[in-house]
């Protein structure tokens, strides 16, 4: 494999998670540079992510300061180097619920909140039945809400998911794919 099919699929795929980030309502150049120390399978200096990805020191530094905050990016130092190097967060489980835990955490807190007092508004009132149904409707999302809250904190608190009655969920499409390509070629 050449260098530049090398950096060529990296862009490919650092654009790809890129769009996901930027889906998620993050900036996209984390996601590409998130991706570039992920394929890279080793620290890089902040430079030589800048240079693959065309991105300025700046913003580099920038991307790094931030992505360190969310845990996904470490700095790591290197005996005898004066540089800074730098390495993806491998883990994705604790990826996600370290985002789950500072974002849509917060998130639900204030949707639960809000409906709460909507609730509360509408039981203040003089009682119709619009307002029952209303009120009604309410706790049912409401509820739904607790149920959708409880879930999240299991799943912080526990920093796992048992997907093990499903099977195998990463290795299996890894293993479809494999198959795929080989009757491709």
Do not use: C, Y
């Not at 590409?32 to 992920?38: N, P």
């Not at 999240?152 to 198959?179: C, E, M, N, Y």
């Amino acid at each position: 494999m050449s260098t530049d099919q090398l950096h060529e699929a990296e862009l490919l795929a650092a654009d790809a998670i890129g769009d996901i980030i930027e889906h998620w309502g993050f900036r996209k150049g984390l996601g590409r540079l998130w991706t570039v120390l992920f394929i890279a399978g080793e620290p890089l200096p902040a430079q030589a992510i800048g240079e693959r990805l065309t991105m300025s020191a700046g913003a580099v530094s920038m991307s790094l300061t931030e992505l360190q905050r969310w845990g996904v990016v470490h700095r790591v130092s290197r005996p005898g180097e004066r540089k800074e190097f730098f390495e993806a967060e491998t883990d994705f489980w604790r990826m996600i619920s370290k985002v789950f835990d500072e974002r849509e955490r917060l998130l639900a807190e204030s949707v639960r909140g809000r409906l709460e007092k909507a609730v509360g508004l509408l039981q203040k009132a003089p009682p119709t039945p619009e307002g029952a149904r209303a009120v009604d409707r309410l706790n049912r999302l409401l509820a739904f809400v607790v149920v959708a809250q409880t879930a999240l904190d299991g799943f912080i608190k526990s920093r796992q998911v048992d997907f093990t009655r499903f099977g195998d969920l990463v290795r299996f499409p890894l293993r479809a794919l494999q198959s795929r390509r080989k009757v491709d070629h």
